[in-house]
């Protein structure tokens, strides 16, 4: 064989295996594609983040009934100069633990937040391992 069809025959193969691993970047791409698709729904989110979607839907609900109970309060035909102030019903006992639950959510909330703000800064910091060409002054904190 002479070194012209050497040549050749290791350009076909070097060509094969280009062909080959583009099919094989195209398959993966369409496979992050799908995954990351199903991960920004609204079930794939809540799948992931159970805790926290039933902590900010209670968050969204609580603001949404004081609104509510607001426009209500303010739109009552009976609502006249005369009208006795309200009486607060609630006991010292209930007061507290309203204050107790309120501070729990709030900082199961914020623990929450910070969990997965740390988890997405290790994962940054992991691929950027994977690429040592890129600079890494964020990931020193960690």
């Known amino acids: 064989m002479s070194d012209l069809e050497a ?17 094989r970047l195209k398959t993966r791409k369409n496979l992050l594609k799908s995954e990351l698709h199903a991960r920004l729904t609204p079930k794939g989110i809540v ?10 839907a209670f968050g969204i609900g609580w603001v949404a009934g004081r609104a509510t109970r607001a426009l209500i309060t303010l739109q009552s035909p009976y609502t ?16 507290t633990l309203k204050e107790i639950a309120l501070q729990t959510l709030t900082n199961v909330a914020l623990n929450k937040t910070r969990e997965f703000l740390v988890s997405r800064m290790n994962r940054s910091c992991a691929q950027r391992d994977d690429f040592p060409h890129i600079s890494k002054p964020s990931c020193a904190m960690s």
């Not at 025959?9 to 583009?22: F, G, N, P, Y």
């Open 47 to 56: 799948l992931r983040f159970p805790i926290t979607t039933v902590v900010v």
């Open 7 to 23: 040549i050749a025959a290791h350009r076909q193969a070097l060509e094969r295996t280009i062909e080959v691993r583009k099919a």
């Open 80 to 95: 006249s100069s005369q009208a006795t102030p309200r009486r607060s019903m609630t006991s010292p006992l209930m007061q």
